[in-house]
């Protein structure tokens, strides 16, 4: 048990792990990131979990998320858990809270939006309902949560 | 106000702002002086009629128009970028009036530039100015916009029009009736919307029969195109068109109103009766941009 916990959580010395990914996401939550070369990054995927069945886990080091990424993880991996990593101890634990809005790393499906025809950040506003929906602020259509794509 | 951009930015109260200085405008009690300011029209997809009417606004202000028409983004050809388009009209002129077939296009100009920017049309998403011209011809016609019953005539489905109109009277607890072959059905996202305001809105196949409760009909044309086939076209087309015989038992206060241009979808015999509206409704179009501009250029 230890040593499982020793792989999952205490690999990194510094640096940020993203816990309880619903399994198959973690190569979503990869493509919101913008991971330069430097940065060491373990994905787990289809681990088991006590609380969610299975479980994917990325883990990043030396990096701290934006409030934009954040967001971003928040709709497509509501489930996750968001642990800060200082000397190999877990300094903070948060869960990704939806967010009202995202800029950037989503893609809008209506091919004749602007943001698809020009170089520009993408914004959503989100309907945090029980079925969660985004609308998008330049072409004002409104999608599922579940439905939306990432730009990668 | 800094922008006109879609009817979703507009509070009750902000439309009433608007109908209350276009009828200013138009009795004369408000006379804006716009000598010495430009308007940049542009037009990235033709539509001969807005630009007319925004034309015409701005002249009957003493105000002046640039134009660009026609092309679908003007210096692409020589890959300037659209926000620069934007930056460069806007060191010319002191309002932008944009249409665009691209959907979000002036919400996206009003973020790059510093002067107002109105939306006159972006693709299948909004066209405010229609919508507010929509509103003021009902008003004036009705002396109210709250709780009347309207109906809405026609192709519901790709029509935008009828989608600003149908969520602004929302706002105001109208009662709708939608009259519309079955594939050109209301969208649901509409119905939603409007169910979610506990506002009640039937469905119905046929014109006849079902406009002697309304205050308000709105028709709007359907087009051969969107049937597969002609055939099918021909079959319905009939039922959608209103003739001067079906206008018996209307209300006193009832008023046809149509965007246009008309092709067939109301008979000419309709145009004597006192029920026509739709030509006073496109000379309302020009008040009504009129208090647009004079609103965002602060001159009210
Ligand atoms: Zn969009």
């Known amino acids: ?152 | 106000m800094k922008n006109l951009i879609s009817m979703r930015d507009l509070s009750k109260e902000d439309i009433m702002r608007l109908m209350d200085t276009a009828a200013k405008i138009e009795n004369g009690e408000i006379v804006p002086d716009m000598q010495r300011k430009l308007a940049a029209l542009l037009f990235f997809e033709p539509s001969t009629r807005t630009m007319f009417s925004f034309d015409t606004a701005m002249k009957r202000m003493n105000g002046d128009t640039i134009i660009m028409s026609g092309t679908k983004n003007t210096s692409a050809k020589k890959g300037e970028t659209f926000a620069d388009t934007l930056q460069t009209i806007a060191q010319y002129s002191d309002i932008i009036i944009m249409r665009s077939p691209i959907e979000g296009a002036a919400r996206y100009a009003a973020e790059v530039v510093d002067i107002p920017v109105v939306n006159a049309g972006d693709g299948a998403n909004q066209h405010p100015t229609q919508a507010l011209l929509d509103l003021y011809s009902i008003i004036k016609t009705q002396g109210k916009l709250e709780n009347l019953k309207i109906g809405l005539a026609g192709d519901l489905r790709f029509g935008r029009t009828v989608h600003s109109l149908a969520q602004a009277m929302a706002v105001f607890g109208a009662e709708f009736k939608f009259i519309s072959p079955s594939f050109l059905q209301m969208p649901e996202y509409i119905k939603d919307d409007l169910t979610e305001q506990n506002i009640k809105f039937e469905e119905f196949k046929d014109m006849e029969g079902n406009i002697d409760d309304l205050d308000i009909l709105y028709v709007t044309r359907i087009q051969k195109e969107r049937f597969a086939d002609p055939e099918d076209y021909a079959k319905v087309k009939g039922s959608y068109v209103l003739n001067k015989t079906m206008l018996p038992n209307v209300k006193e206060n009832f008023k046809v109103l149509h965007p246009l241009p008309r092709v067939d979808e109301i008979h000419t015999d309709v145009d004597d009766t006192k029920f026509a509206y739709y030509f006073p409704q496109a000379k309302n179009g020009v008040y009504t941009r009129q208090a647009i501009i004079s609103i965002l250029l602060g001159e009210v």
Request: charged share 25%; net charge neutral.
């Open chain 1, 1 to 152: 048990m230890n040593q499982i916990k020793m792989i999952k959580v205490n690999a990194i010395k510094n640096g940020t792990v993203i816990d309880h990914i619903a399994a198959g996401k973690a190569l979503k939550v990869i493509d919101i990131l913008t991971l330069t070369g430097n940065n060491a990054v373990m994905i787990g995927m289809n681990l088991v979990s006590n609380r969610i069945g299975k479980k994917d886990i990325v883990k990043i080091e030396n990096r701290e998320l934006s409030k934009e990424e954040v967001n971003s993880i928040a709709l497509i991996a509501p489930s996750a858990t968001l642990i800060i990593i200082k000397d190999f101890e877990v300094v903070n634990k948060t869960s990704f809270d939806m967010p009202e809005y995202v800029e950037e790393h989503i893609i809008c499906p209506n091919p004749k939006c602007i943001t698809n025809s020009e170089d520009i950040p993408s914004k959503f506003y989100i309907n945090n309902a029980e079925i969660a929906t985004a609308r998008c602020v330049y072409c004002e259509k409104k999608y599922l949560v579940e439905d939306l794509r990432i730009k990668i």
